[in-house]
């Protein structure tokens, strides 16, 4: 790109203040061109394909490390993902602020009332005692119910090992159900319209497990304006972060790690 543009830019004219001008212009352009080219989710280190022996199942000691199912080939980085890039970043504002054209009938939207304060923070109990796939029980309390914008760090759901074992153990065509961490009420089930590995793969490439429209039980989630995802009573979940795919929500697996209401 420099090598065409900058004899170009130099040529222009014989003033040496405007060929000064057009060298700047062009540098500008080139760093831009190097951010397009390293936006999205980078890493230090490179992607690498990991596919599990057909004899028996094992667990990559890297830190993305998930008990492989025999013959399932999963993108898995050797370094926690990074900071979205700029491309990115600016892609999800675009379309986070408003709805895909052509399908106005999700997210289901809640007023601000829904999230008022209870009896524990923003919902009327702390989180079960015994969350599902050992998660985290004082973060997950922390961020269900005392919390409208922070989240688990990036990935941490890669690293909780019971909950990848159980995804990646599970037979094609079954689901896995995610409930509120402090009701127990549905709330995700996942995967639906895709495969497993295509939902484990969208999740790592973001870093939070990712949802679709079709995966969501809209009978107990909701979004309120600026695009955060709640349960009906109140519990932090996440956001709707739109793509060209429609809407996704990215959501901590710490906050959907309850188990069934009795």
């Known amino acids: 790109f420099s090598s065409v543009f900058f004899p170009v830019a130099f040529n222009m004219s014989a003033d040496r ?18 951010m397009l080219l390293h936006s999205g989710n980078t890493t230090n280190a490179d992607t690498v394909n ?25 993108n898995l980085r050797s370094q926690a993902p990074q900071s979205v890039g700029p491309l990115q970043g600016m892609m999800d504002a675009w379309f986070a602020t408003g709805e895909k054209e052509g399908n106005k009938k999700y997210p289901i939207m809640a007023d601000e ?12 109990t702390p989180v079960q005692d015994n969350l599902r796939w050992a998660v985290d029980q004082k973060v997950a ?46 709330l995700f089930i996942a995967p639906r319209g ?3 590995k295509a939902f484990l793969e969208e999740s ?16 107990n989630m909701r979004c309120v304006k600026g695009g955060e995802a709640v349960s009906v009573d109140g519990t932090h979940l996440g956001h ?20 069934p209401m009795e």
């Open 17 to 34: 203040s405007s060929a000064k001008v057009c060298a700047v212009v062009g540098a500008a352009m080139c760093v831009f061109g190097v």
């Open 50 to 74: 990991f596919v599990a022996p057909a004899t028996s199942q094992t667990t990559s000691s890297l830190l993305v490390a998930p008990a492989l199912q025999p013959g399932m080939n999963v």
């Open 113 to 124: 009332s829904i999230m008022s304060q209870k009896g524990h923070g923003t919902t009327e």
């Open 141 to 186: 309390d922390n961020i269900c119910s005392f919390n409208r914008h922070y989240a688990e760090y990036r990935g941490y759901w890669q690293s909780v090992k019971p909950f990848i074992e159980e995804a990646v153990n599970t037979p094609e065509g079954q689901e896995v159900t995610f409930y509120d961490s402090v009701s127990g009420k549905p």
């Open 194 to 196: 895709r495969s497993m």
């Open 204 to 219: 790592m490439s973001h870093g939070w497990p990712s949802f679709r429209d079709e995966e969501v039980v809209w009978e």
């Open 240 to 259: 709707n972060i739109p793509d060209l795919s429609g809407n996704r929500y990215c959501i901590n697996l710490v906050s959907v790690a309850g188990r």
